[in-house]
């Protein structure tokens, strides 16, 4: 089995929660998800693409705010399982 077929996000697969606060407000962030799945009307059903990321170990994650608007993208490792 190669590396990469086991290596997993840790957000996408519920291994992991945001516990970050904003940083304009103070309120909790929420995951947003795969900014992958922005990019189209079926970008979300789409086979995932690990491709453009600065690296295969890392799924980029947007975080927002509900409460003031703020967002981020982020970088999260991937784990092996």
């Known amino acids: 089995m190669s590396l990469e077929s086991i290596l997993t996000c840790p957000l996408c697969n519920g291994l992991e929660q945001v ?3 904003c940083p304009a ?6 995951d947003g998800g795969r900014v992958e799945n922005y990019y189209g009307p079926y970008s979300p059903y789409e086979e995932v693409n690990d491709s453009y990321a600065s690296g295969e170990n ?4 947007l975080l927002y705010c509900p409460s003031c608007g703020w ?3 982020v970088g999260v490792s991937k784990l092996i399982i």
């Open 25 to 30: 407000c103070g309120d909790s962030l929420q």
């Open 58 to 61: 890392i799924c980029i994650h």
């Open 19 to 21: 516990t970050k606060k």
């Open 71 to 73: 967002d981020k993208r």
